[in-house]
């Protein structure tokens, strides 16, 4: 039977081991404060591939998530504009910093935030914004970045599935007033489990690693509230391995995206990703949308591709706001946001990474077209 082709796959190679074997060796696998040898390497390494003045390590990109809201000053009943149609973790990110999400609908090209429709959310009690890169691909950033400052807005990038994308010759991470990442095994960059969080403001830098552990600015003297949100030294060891390779890793996964297009290039039945004018995506995944006539037959056909040992995946099929823990108590209704819940129904997504062969994409393309037909 033909093995499964993941719609992710973490490479570790020999650099990885041989830094996590250093560490073990070492004795050393965590710094009180979170700032060990290699968790500050990564982290300066880090800053000057993003482009950025400062990176700080943390334990997860929902750590990240937390952990920037609070240094921007949530407070209770501060509102935070952010899109239905992406993971949760920015969600419950915002009601643990104490403030109520506020969902902003999408483009149906991009599937990142529209800008009309974040304007159209902004009320008196707003007091940040979460745009979400998607897929890999940037959000539209000036027109959010602009209304942003308009209303006095902190602008906090979701950046977790876009590392090595670009917004007009910038890399996300340095676009807003903080940026998050995450490093789950599925990432363009692993670590396993962890996070980071960039920013050019070294007030924020210097509030940031004061979160990550318990709100020491020295030790054992707690200057605000805090979380031990560390990464560990083993963790760090893997992501400075991984960050050489990036620009690799990127490389093949845009090939083998480019390949795919081309194989299902003419395919009326499907709507094939884009990338428009001034961004470079960094292809997570490759998101398509089924149209016409075939529209409402996603996981039909997302069962097939995966009994044909395709690891097709759906993000997202139920939008934050209609999942029961969040309809319920904020009392969000259908048709609350048109294009979310319809591209909710119609995606689907292929796997790209670089371990995908030339043969893959042949085989992925002839099988999809094949279903289809």
């Known amino acids: 039977m033909r093995e499964m082709i993941p719609i992710n796959r973490p490479l570790i190679g020999k650099e990885e081991i041989n830094l996590v074997t250093k560490v073990l060796k070492s004795g050393l696998l965590t710094e009180k404060s979170g700032g060990g040898h290699y968790v500050t390497q990564f982290e300066q390494a880090f800053a000057k591939w993003v482009g950025a003045k400062y990176a700080v390590a943390v334990s997860s990109g929902t750590a990240a998530l937390h952990a920037a809201l609070m240094t921007v000053g949530l ?96 890399k996300v991470g340095g676009l807003g007033d903080i940026a998050c990442f ?11 489990e962890g996070g ?32 031990n949100y560390r990464m560990p030294e083993v963790a760090a060891a893997i992501g400075f391995a991984q960050l050489s390779k ?22 009326e039945e499907l709507k094939l990703p884009i990338e428009p004018e001034g961004h470079r995506h960094s292809w997570y995944v490759y998101t398509l949308r089924l149209r016409g006539a075939n529209a409402g037959k996603r996981n039909r056909l997302v069962e097939e591709l995966r009994e044909k040992r395709i690891g097709a995946t759906v993000y997202y099929p139920v939008p ?19 294009e979310t819940e319809t591209a909710a129904g119609q995606v689907f997504s292929l796997p790209v990474h670089p ?17 289809l037909k």
């Open 355 to 371: 371990k995908v062969t030339g043969a893959d994409i042949d085989y992925m393309a002839a099988v999809l077209k094949r279903i």
């Open 196 to 227: 980071m969080i960039t920013t050019n403001v070294e007030e924020y830098a210097e509030t940031v690693r004061a979160i990550r552990n318990h709100g020491e600015q020295e030790e054992y003297r707690t200057t605000m509230l805090g979380h």
């Open 75 to 170: 407070r209770a009943g501060d509102e935070v504009v952010v899109p239905s149609f992406s993971f949760v973790a920015a969600v419950e990110a915002v009601i643990l910093a104490g403030g109520k999400p506020v969902f902003a609908d999408i483009n149906p090209d991009t599937y990142c935030m529209d800008p009309e429709s974040f304007e159209g959310q902004i009320s008196g009690k707003t007091k940040a914004v979460i745009p979400v890169h998607l897929y890999g691909l940037a959000v539209d950033m000036d027109p959010i970045l602009k209304l942003a400052r308009e209303h006095d807005l902190m602008v906090i990038e979701d950046a977790a599935q876009a590392i090595g994308a670009e917004y007009k010759g910038k």
């Open 246 to 267: 990036l620009s690799r890793f990127l490389e093949r996964r845009r090939k083998n995206a480019e390949a795919l297009r081309d194989g299902l290039s003419g395919v």
């Open 320 to 338: 934050i706001h209609l999942m029961p823990y969040y309809r319920e108590r904020y009392s969000y209704n259908r048709r609350l946001l048109p």
């Open 182 to 192: 995450s490093f789950y095994a599925t990432k363009n960059l692993t670590t396993g």
